[in-house]
């Protein structure tokens, strides 16, 4: 009802005062990226119902979560619940948590800043990301692990046994890789050994195709999706538990031992998926830094954006840190000016 900033955070203070249970599941279960329902497409009650119990609507919901339904089984369930909601029950609120849009001006940023270390406080989901080199000169140093950089979509492919959901490094779920999620579903085994996580795992990487533009129009896309020819590059991997905690203290050598191990099974049969390959230099000697310097040149005229540089000793943290550097050219071209055209607007 209003869009001030103070105003949302009010509401929620206030309502977190109240105890409003029901008010924080439902945030909890739109705002965290980890509780996914597997339906792409939930439809609007045109007219009221009796009324749907919010019990009846959370057991709904956990088994849309759980796999448990899916496919007709799950539409059919969503269709029954929706004809007992009233409109207002369903459109605004049960409806709004399964398209994880609450549509309300809000994020988990604004309701983590209000209710802290609360017991309603939502797990921010978040990656590695790298800082840029030239701002980190005196962090070269040491054993580093070179990469190529790659141009593509970086996607997290979560596992939870039976279930791989693809997600972007924000968080949004995306259903447009289907053969990216039946192979990582497919040799989900190879990704195990040594890593003692139950079958519960995060894969991270970058999913790449003909072109960066085309690669980001079919990512988006609703319908008519061709996804046919696109790789998933993985590059890092740890347990599910350790990914939500933000922190995994295994060292950046020992998650790569893991891949590589996983590299032949993979790359044996027909599949989209393919271990990213490196070379480690000594940042301490001259010759490490002319390696580097090769390398770099190499992958620029290969036509990758630049290259990555990961110390091998680091933990993953998700979060930007100097762990993972990247490096990319700077091009610097004079231009004329030939003409201009007067804004509007703003």
């Given at each position: ?12 203070e ?8 029901e008010?924080?599941r439902?945030c909890?279960a739109?705002?965290?990226?980890m509780?996914t329902?597997g ?6 009650a ?5 009324g749907?119990?919010?019990?009846s609507?959370?057991?709904?919901a956990k088994k849309?979560?759980d796999?448990e339904?899916?496919?007709?089984a799950?539409r059919?369930a969503?269709v029954?619940a929706l004809n ?7 459109n605004?609120w049960y409806?709004?948590?399964?398209i994880k849009d ?5 994020s ?5 800043k209000?209710?802290k270390?609360?017991?309603?406080r939502?797990?921010v989901f978040?990656c ?5 080199s030239?701002?980190?000169p005196?962090?070269l140093?040491?054993?580093?692990r070179?990469?190529?950089?790659l141009?593509?979509v970086r996607?997290l492919a ?7 959901s693809?997600?972007?490094?924000n ?14 579903m497919?040799?989900?085994g ?7 996580s139950g079958g519960?795992?995060?894969?991270d ?5 003909e072109?960066?533009q085309?690669?980001?129009?079919q990512a988006?896309?609703k ?5 046919d020819g696109?790789?998933?590059?993985i590059?890092?991997i740890m347990?599910?538990?350790d ?5 995994w ?10 891949l590589e191990?996983?590299?032949?099974i ?5 599949s989209?998926l393919?271990?990213v ?7 301490d000697t001259?010759?490490?830094?002319d390696?580097?310097?090769r390398?770099a040149e190499d ?5 990758f954006?630049g290259?990555m540089i990961?110390d ?5 943290e998700?979060k930007r840190?100097?762990f993972w550097?990247k ?5 610097s071209?004079?231009l004329n000016?030939?003409g201009?055209e007067?804004?509007?607007?703003r």
């Amino acid at each position: 009802s209003d869009n001030s900033r103070l105003f949302k955070e009010s509401v929620i203070e206030r309502e977190a005062k109240a105890g409003n249970a029901e008010f924080f599941r439902g945030c909890r279960a739109a705002f965290d990226a980890m509780i996914t329902f597997g339906i792409r497409q939930v439809p609007e009650a045109i007219k009221d119902g009796p009324g749907l119990k919010s019990e009846s609507f959370w057991t709904l919901a956990k088994k849309l979560a759980d796999r448990e339904l899916t496919g007709d089984a799950a539409r059919v369930a969503v269709v029954h619940a929706l004809n007992k909601a009233t409109q207002e029950e369903w459109n605004s609120w049960y409806r709004r948590i399964l398209i994880k849009d609450l549509r309300c001006g809000i994020s988990e940023k604004t309701l983590n800043k209000v209710l802290k270390n609360s017991e309603w406080r939502i797990p921010v989901f978040t990656c590695q990301l790298a800082q840029d080199s030239t701002d980190q000169p005196k962090k070269l140093t040491g054993i580093k692990r070179l990469e190529p950089k790659l141009d593509g979509v970086r996607v997290l492919a979560v596992v939870q046994g039976m279930n791989v959901s693809i997600m972007s490094r924000n968080g949004k779920e995306f259903a447009n890789f289907p053969d990216i999620a039946r192979d990582v579903m497919r040799h989900r085994g190879a990704f195990q050994w040594g890593l003692a996580s139950g079958g519960r795992f995060v894969l991270d990487g970058e999913v790449t195709g003909e072109s960066f533009q085309k690669l980001m129009k079919q990512a988006q896309r609703k319908s008519d999706v061709q996804t046919d020819g696109m790789v998933y590059h993985i590059f890092d991997i740890m347990p599910l538990d350790d990914f939500q905690r933000g922190y995994w203290n295994a060292q950046q050598y020992k998650r790569f031992d893991i891949l590589e191990k996983a590299r032949g099974i993979i790359e044996e049969s027909a599949s989209c998926l393919k271990i990213v390959s490196g070379l480690e230099v000594d940042l301490d000697t001259a010759e490490g830094h002319d390696i580097m310097q090769r390398y770099a040149e190499d992958a620029v005229a290969e036509g990758f954006e630049g290259i990555m540089i990961k110390d091998v000793h680091a933990p993953y943290e998700c979060k930007r840190s100097s762990f993972w550097m990247k490096w990319k050219p700077v091009i610097s071209v004079d231009l004329n000016i030939v003409g201009f055209e007067e804004g509007t607007g703003r």
